[in-house]
T-cell receptor, first 115, second 115 residues
Framework: DARVTQTPRHKVTEMGQEVTMRCQPI?????VFWYRQTMMQGLELLAY????????DSGMPKDRFSAEMPDATLATLKIQPSEPRDSAVYFC?????????????FGPGTRLTVL | AQSVTQLGSHVSVSEGALVLLRCNYS??????LFWYVQYPNQGLQLLLK??????LVKGINGFEAEFKKSETSFHLTKPSAHMSDAAEYFC?????????????FGTGTQLKVEL
């Protein structure tokens, strides 16, 4: 049963600390998306990649957030330094747009709490 | 730019009653349309999607949606609600051409099912 995996599932950290979230997309999927979900803002697209290259990161605060795909099986989202306002659930999604008409498959999310 | 409007951030129905969740979109050309469901502490899961062909689309768990071009709507329905349908539902649109295969999500509708 192919699915997107994310680690860690929960993270509590203190303001100023570095946070790294990891995502393993479904094998063979060439597009990876990072979203942030909060009560106030809902679901926001932070960045996405195709074939490991960043296509759009306009939704991401550039000064503290960075997203990379070191290889086709791993995507990372890093926050340095973290702030309380970064507390949210971060979702990774992957897809194979041409074959699936842009359907995206979501991971279970990383719930981040910054104290 | 595409946009999605979901009328009603909270909908409450009795068990066994009809479920109707509304979604209207704005797009210069007919887009791909999606409904996703999110259960507590989980990622988003695809319920159904419209790409082409028959405008009445059937999805999982007894849900269906009808694409109405003239009304720019894609409302989600289920004839008889079950307690297990309590969740948050998101409507999303995607450009058929270009657009980077991104999904634009609505703000979500929380469905409550009462005995």
């Amino acid at each position: 049963d192919a699915r997107v995996t994310q680690t860690p599932r929960h993270k509590v950290t203190e303001m100023g600390q570095e946070v790294t979230m990891r995502c393993q997309p479904i094998l063979g999927h060439n597009t990876v998306f990072w979203y942030r979900q909060t009560m106030m803002q809902g679901l926001e697209l932070l960045a996405y990649f195709r074939n490991r290259a960043p296509l759009d990161d306009s939704g991401m605060p550039k000064d503290r957030f960075s997203a990379e795909m070191p290889d086709a099986t791993l995507a990372t989202l890093k926050i340095q330094p973290s702030e309380p306002r970064d507390s949210a659930v971060y979702f990774c999604a992957s897809g194979l747009p041409l074959e699936s008409n842009n359907e995206q498959f979501f991971g279970p999310g990383t719930r981040l709490t910054v104290l | 730019a595409q946009s999605v409007t979901q009328l009603g951030s909270h909908v409450s129905v009795s068990e066994g009653a009809l479920v109707l969740l509304r979604c209207n979109y704005s797009s210069s050309v007919p887009p791909y349309l999606f409904w996703y469901v999110q259960y507590p502490n989980q990622g988003l899961q695809l319920l159904l999607k419209y790409t082409t062909g028959a405008t009445l689309v059937k999805g999982i768990n007894g849900f269906e949606a009808e694409f109405k071009k003239s009304e720019t709507s894609f409302h989600l329905t289920k004839p008889s609600a079950h307690m297990s349908d309590a969740a948050e539902y998101f409507c999303a649109v995607s450009d058929r051409t270009g657009g980077g295969n991104k999904l634009t999500f609505g703000t979500g509708t929380q469905l409550k099912v009462e005995l």
